[in-house]
């Protein structure tokens, strides 16, 4: 007979001592000014406003509130550093600025994950392992496409677009960045990019980094501030190209806004993923990749897999095993390197969740969260899990950008592809079977940009990424993320 461990009596038993990551090593400014034309410059309002670390709601430091004349300062900065200096240098030079920016992040890796983590919110193990270490990939893959255009697109004549606006948000924060400076900036363009709001501090860290490298003023600028700073960028009439991350409501704005222009624009929206598990799937190491893919980083992330469905045979294995694994996460201070999920992000997101929780009860889901103790200041939520939800439920139709786990059960493959394919949104997917033929059928057939086949939430800088439906359009990374910042002659 086999003797399986209660978790509870387990996690009783062994509990880790803390290991918290030092913060001794970093330097932060107490107040940051705007990066407009390689200097930081004071913003013409006058005004500030705070950066809080979201797992103690203590501040950490100012952030300046750029307004519509410091985002002009910022898009003419842009223009110049275009026309005179960026578009007409040798492609093997530009790659070679960007290469040095990929050293320097590498240098600073263990200070940038500490401040993306205190920003943030996320476990130091994310920002340490996931998110620093694809930043630099990033810069040094697109560092080397920038004398290969020719050959990446041959007989088409490749050109720059001019001046890109770039918005992104807050939870991969410098992550995002690299996604957006770096293929930019390796077919020519320059740059005005608009951190969120919540998480500017990494991205004006890298202002530092880019400053130091000696990259030519004003190809790279960031504006920092609300709302209304993303949408002088979007209205300004010296912006060529748009690229936004964020919500499908503001992606929708921003398309109306520039409808009539020509400005180009790539849209990377919301996600409502549907992660399948087949009956023949490895079990233990499936429930691993969905434990990965909703409740990591907070469940944050854009393509998180937030819709399970599993197979009726093996619904009450798969649901005991979820349980007992969901017992021995550990949620607290992100800055400990055991810690599995950290800070919500802000009060407002919080509030948001827990919106969604009271949905998913008011609505009929069976709720399970474990018994963790979470911190008594600073944003928590308890991994949470809803069982017998059906397609009409409002946690299982509308992003939540948090960590809820809503269920269902299916029989048939067709089944599966219809309930899965049955959302507005569009952005990713999983599947988990032993079968190969099975993972071809349903990858065909599921309308998502990027669906992982016995894995979850696996990113590199080689691979595209980008959405179908409402969860917008364009591809960014790989190959086809440099044809986003090029026109053909
Ligand atoms: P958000 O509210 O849409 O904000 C994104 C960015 O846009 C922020 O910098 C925000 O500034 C700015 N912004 C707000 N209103 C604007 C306007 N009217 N015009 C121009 N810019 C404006 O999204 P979020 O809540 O920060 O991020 C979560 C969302 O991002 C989720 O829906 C998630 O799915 C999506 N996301 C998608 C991907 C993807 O690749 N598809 C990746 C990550 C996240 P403030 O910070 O000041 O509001
Ligand atoms: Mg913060």
């Given amino acids: 007979m086999t003797k399986t461990i209660n978790p509870l009596a387990f996690n009783a038993a062994f509990k880790y001592a803390p290991a918290p990551e030092s913060k001794t090593h970093i330097q932060l ?13 004071a913003p013409s309002s006058g005004k500030h406003f705070d950066s809080i670390n979201p797992a103690n709601e203590l501040k950490i430091a100012e952030i300046a509130e750029a307004n519509e004349k410091d985002v002009d300062m910022a898009v003419k900065a842009a223009k110049t550093a275009y026309e005179k200096v960026w578009s007409k240098m040798a492609p093997k030079e530009r790659g070679k600025y960007l290469f040095r920016i990929a050293r320097m992040i590498q240098e600073q890796a263990r200070e940038l994950a500490v401040i993306e983590s205190l920003d943030g919110g996320k476990p130091i193990r994310e920002s340490r392992d996931i998110d620093i270490p694809l930043v630099a990939a990033h810069f040094f893959y697109y560092a080397g496409w920038a ?5 990446a697109y041959p007989n088409k004549k490749p050109v720059s ?16 960045a690299a996604w957006k400076i770096a293929p930019a900036l390796a077919c020519g363009n320059t740059v005005v990019l608009k951190p969120a709001e919540t998480t500017s501090l990494t991205a004006l860290k890298l202002a530092e980094i880019i400053q130091e490298s000696g990259l030519p003023e004003g190809v790279v600028n960031i504006v920092t501030g609300f709302g209304n700073t ?4 979007v209205n300004h009439p010296g912006i060529n190209k748009i690229a936004f991350t964020g919500s499908t409501d503001v992606g929708k704005i921003i398309q109306k806004s520039i409808a009539g222009t020509n400005k180009k ?8 993923a549907a992660n399948i598990i087949f009956e023949d799937a490895p079990i233990d190491q499936a429930v691993e990749g969905i434990i990965n893919g909703i409740y990591f980083n907070q469940g944050h992330v854009c393509c998180a897999g937030s819709r399970l469905f599993v197979q009726e045979s093996v619904y009450d294995m798969v649901i005991r095993i979820l349980k007992d694994r969901m017992e021995t996460l550990i949620v607290g201070d992100p800055m400990d390197k055991n810690t599995d999920i950290g800070a919500i992000n802000s ?23 474990p018994s963790c103790e979470v911190p008594n200041k600073g944003f928590w939520c308890r991994p949470t899990l809803f069982m017998n939800a059906s397609q009409s439920h409002r946690i299982v139709q509308e992003e939540i950008f948090g960590p809820v786990l809503a269920v269902q059960t299916f029989r048939t493959v067709d089944e599966v592809i219809e309930k899965a394919n049955n959302t507005p949104f569009g952005l990713s997917a999983g599947v988990w079977t032993d079968k190969g033929s099975k993972i071809f059928n349903l990858t065909s057939k599921l309308r998502a ?6 894995t979850y939430n696996k990113f590199d800088p080689t691979s595209p990424f980008g959405g179908y439906k409402e969860s917008g359009f364009g591809r960014e990374g790989g190959l086809h993320g440099l044809g986003a910042y090029l026109n053909f002659n």
Wanted: proline fraction near 4%; hydrophobic fraction near 40%.
């Fill in 347 to 369: 009060k407002n997101q919080l509030d948001t969740i827990r919106k969604y929780i009271k949905y998913g009860k008011e609505d009929g889901a069976e709720m399970f969260q």
């Fill in 449 to 454: 940009g990027v669906i992982w086949a016995n």
């Fill in 161 to 176: 677009l001019g001046v890109a606006g770039q918005i992104i948000p807050w939870n991969f924060p410098l992550l995002m």
């Fill in 29 to 41: 400014k107490p107040r940051y000014d705007l990066f407009i034309n390689g200097k930081f410059t």
């Fill in 265 to 272: 624009c790539t849209l990377e929206l919301g996600g409502k």
């Fill in 230 to 233: 993303g949408a002088a960028i």
């Fill in 147 to 151: 004398d290969k255009l020719d050959y």
